[in-house]
């Protein structure tokens, strides 16, 4: 297993006036499935903020998402005294793209991001003192829970935000989905878009947007990518979806769910237009130890939403991390 090292290039942080990388951070490069290249980066809190840091949150962005937009909730976790550790999932942020295309949002297996994410402790499992909590979002949020599922007991909680556990299809029934993905796959269509759409992020505006009520995080992500077109992802491949349906289907086993001992909260939006809130609810309720707390007008990024919204989030984060790694 290849471990970052002091002496190769580090890895950068992409930052733009309102939106810098917190201080305290170093982002570096390792080695995931197959070779890949894929970028991480650690945080330790000030001395003033925690003589010995409590522990560590591991933090997994959703889809599209690269570490930069996440700078404002590392800066809240970084303040109550834990090291953070994020990533670039494969085929995004910074990480090494699957397609010539880098706009195109595409994936291969479940196991390829499953085994990315545990060469990712492999590879930080010194610097990052324990108790570990797991932080995901969506994308993120379920392959987390699959990695609880496996049996990985490193973990002393987790905590998901609207996890893609069952994504919404508008119109078209979930079978006649799966029907064109079966399609397309065996049709050798995997790397292109899906319904040829490709969702060029550079003329989203936030009138249109189904992620946040919050214009001002939202003008903020659209600095970032601007000033670092690289971190663009634009639609998903067909692909991408037929991993996506594979992820949730997976998790939502109840055996499975049952099997998993840590406490896990599932923070859910309410207005949330991606994914099936009534899903996370059944989950969460056949996890061992699970809670689920829906999020009064929230859409998708919760993490990313008004201050009123987010608040119970980090409330939810307090709950956990106090008792999972109290204070002092």
Request: net charge positive.
């Amino acid at each position: 297993m290849t471990r970052p090292s002091p002496h190769s290039a580090q890895a950068p942080l992409m930052g733009v006036p309102g939106a810098m990388p917190p201080p305290g951070g170093e982002a570096d490069w390792f080695r995931g499935a197959g070779g890949l290249r894929l970028r991480a980066a650690l945080w330790r809190p000030s001395v003033l903020q925690a003589r010995t840091p409590r522990g560590t949150v591991i933090l997994s962005p959703g889809r599209s998402e690269p570490i930069e937009k996440y700078y404002e909730l590392i800066g809240n976790f970084l303040a109550r005294g834990f090291c953070v550790l994020a990533h670039d999932w494969r085929g995004q942020g910074l990480s090494a793209r699957l397609l010539p295309d880098r706009l195109k949002g595409h994936a291969r297996a479940v196991e390829e991001f499953l085994d990315d994410y545990a060469r990712l402790i492999d590879a930080y499992v010194e610097q990052a003192p324990k108790p570990w909590i797991m932080v995901g979002h969506s994308m993120g949020g379920v392959l987390n829970l699959l990695t609880l599922q496996s049996g990985d007991d490193r973990f002393a909680g987790a905590l998901l935000s609207s996890p893609m556990l069952r994504i919404k299809t508008g119109k078209r029934s979930m079978w006649s989905v799966k029907l064109a993905v079966r399609w397309a796959l065996r049709n050798g269509k995997g790397g292109d878009y899906v319904l040829d759409n490709a969702d060029d992020p550079f003329v989203h505006t936030f009138q249109d947007n189904a992620l946040t009520s919050d214009s001002g995080r939202y003008g903020l992500w659209q600095q970032q990518l601007f000033a670092c077109p690289h971190l663009a992802i634009g639609g998903p491949t067909w692909g991408w979806l037929g991993f996506a349906l594979d992820a949730g289907e997976r998790a939502l086993k109840a055996k499975a769910l049952k099997a998993v001992k840590v406490p896990v909260c599932v923070v859910q939006a309410s207005d949330d237009v991606l994914v099936w809130k009534q899903t996370a609810r059944w989950a969460a309720r056949r996890l061992g130890r699970g809670r689920f707390v829906e999020v009064p007008g929230a859409r998708h990024e919760v993490i990313m939403e008004v201050d009123a919204y987010r608040a119970t989030f980090l409330e939810e984060f307090d709950e956990m991390a106090n008792y999972v790694a109290p204070a002092g």
